[in-house]
């Protein structure tokens, strides 16, 4: 037995370390990222094949491999040492990213099967006899085949000539159910038994694969399925290219100078290898067509190309001028697909039948053959980054990566590139281009500022200012389109007891419940808490519940009293059923079946509405106060977006911020849409505060039910962190162990350090050698430890 070669497998799991294992007699050749089946614990599980391995030291016994559950690796050689490079960078299980690029129903232990694919012509003499056209090829049967046989066969699947099959694979009825949305008046709590969690509420729309990973059980799925708590949404009304209809007369727009500039300055280096380009294009300026030409360019070098977009069903102008372009080349793959859906996307694009593809963060893992160009529109955004679960990957930064390993080049574009991308672009690291115009008539909105410390109406209309309110009258009479736009969704942010004073907070993460009209019920938007028919005050018992404040739903209600004439839609993530229909919101609206249109972040995406000529922003200041370094910057990049909606084609478009603070140098900035002089100060603020890209941060989160012990656990892992820092020579600034700022979360307690230092990939190699020496770096077990590199936000 100690013959048989010795490899190196990766198995899902909190233990990021690979295992060993011996090979037998009857497995031939592996390839990197093959999917094994190997016996472990008790049991058996899912491994990856990652290489060979040295003999573990001391007298260890290796468990052999039970066998291959594919005959050919899945991963492309390129596909493989990204999957590896993002493991390792971000600290993450290699198993945990290769199953990031598989569709769900191969991350399961489940043996492929094989039939010869229908463009085969003639099946070679020596695997003729494996079955008859249109028939699987078992396992069996391939074991018995000689190894020349296996080599051509082998052959032919990395060719397409033989498809891969798997159980599950048949499209049955349960495949045609798209996901799930909740009952309106569900009450998940009667799910549960007794002294049992109930699942956890959600909002929109969700597949199944989805609500699984939100910790759904099959149980309980079944159970609310049948009891109607869960609403099933048929799978054809989800499919985000039946919606968007590709727009072919973009075909015929021409460019304008400084596009063709764009074009012409990208297009050679297309075959020059890694190139990094910055687009800094303003709002309207027409990126999405230079992003056309560009894969244009790349489909005449019979070669491929990767669009991702910040969220998908919001990026319709992007797809509807793919398709416009390209027809049926382009595909989308994204979490929002039934699994079917994702599946037929995943593997046209291995077969070489789409030539673009277009999808979100995930999309990176596309296993696009001859790669030539990825495009990551609006790079800014922080949708980007996984928080949750591992991998915590940017898809941005991995899309520098992966065009890094393919020596291809990268397109990077925004209206308000992130700080750290104009600084590597100032830098000379990445060649920056600009769009200084709207093509055509269309001109910038006229940006005015409102100060609400006097203009606000009293009363209960004072989140709406009396210029506002005359100017979005003048707008519609003139039979023209409004978007208003407000960063908080629900009825009411906060209630508060009329007798007492008392405000219900989540009893999870101890922060203000916000009430939903619709469902009469309060919900915390961190965690998903629900609680209905709050009628009585928790402390006195009073009656009298005050609603403060105005969330989206709250303004709509008050719409017809406050401006004559206005017929509103409402997009927000509870009145989009799913990230979905939230195209179909936008396109109703575009369609001018609306002459309103009021909500949070999501109007800022997505598609082009050339009848928009006004945009009110209720509440220009919120969320510039987060404690969060990217606060600023991320307010700064949805005003400029939100602005920029209003006053495209022929009529000028007028922008109004209402503001508390209107001498903020923030404000004034955005209302000049002056990304430069914002630039400037911000970097320096980054600067002095060090902070990226002057150094790179990683958040060390300690989570825990008990709130005695956090703290300890914390310090002393800090001492210890400090002394192998000291010890590797790494230079580093520790913060903390401080309390997040969500300090609750999901009844956890929760404590972080943050570490900057400029030896990012010294220093997550340190934990990674720390790790293997001391498993879960010798943490009590009630003590749960996220590592997360280069973090979008410290919450
Ligand atoms: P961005 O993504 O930069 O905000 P878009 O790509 O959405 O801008 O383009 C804004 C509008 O300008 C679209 O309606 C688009 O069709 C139009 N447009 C873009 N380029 C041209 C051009 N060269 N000539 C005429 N119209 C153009
Ligand atoms: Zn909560």
Redesign the pocket.
Known sequence: MSSHPLITVAIAGPLRRAFTYATHDAIGPLTPGQRLLVPFGKGRKLGYYLGPSEPPPGNITVKQVIKPLDEVSFFSADLFQFCLWMADYYFANPADVLACALPSMLKSAVAVRYRWADQILTIPKQVESLCKPGKKISAATLQSIHQSGKTIFRKLVSEGLVEEIWDGDASDDSQRIGGYRMAEDAQLETLAAKGKQPPVPFYGEKSRSELRELGWSEHYLGKAIAQRLLLPIPAKENHPLDFIKGRPE?RS????AE?RSVVDTVTPALTAGFKPFLLH??????????YCHLAQAVIDLHKTALVLTPEIALSG??LA?LRGFFGDQVTVIHSAMTDRERLDSWRGIRRGKYRIVVGPRSAIFAPLPDLGLIIV?EEHDGSYKQDDPSPRFHGRDCAIMRAKQNNIPVLL?S?SPSIESYYHARQGRYHLLE?TQ???E?VLPEIRIVDMRTEGVKGEAGFVSLPLKKEVEKRLALDQQVILFLNRRGYSPMLRCGDCGHIPLCPSCNIRLTYHKVGHRLTCHYCGFIRSNYDNCDQCFGTKILYMGAGTQKVEEMIPKLFVGATTIRLDSDSAGGRVSAHRILNAFAQREYNLLLGTQMVTKGL?M?NVSLVGVLSADSGSDLPDFRSTEKTFARLLQVA?RSG??GIRGEVIFQTYAPESELITDASRQDFRSFYERELLSRQECSYPPFVRLTNIIFSSLEEASLETVALEFHARLKARLAQSGITAQLLGPHPCPLYLLRKSYRRHIIVKTNQQVAFVRMLTQWEAEESRFKLPAAIKVIVDIDPDDMM
Do not use: H, M
């Open positions: 973009v727009i021409s460019l304008n596009q294009g303003i709002t309207g300026s027409g990126k999405t067509i230079v102008a992007t001028y529109d574009g209206a769009l709207r093509p055509g269309a082009d050339p920029g495209r084609a």
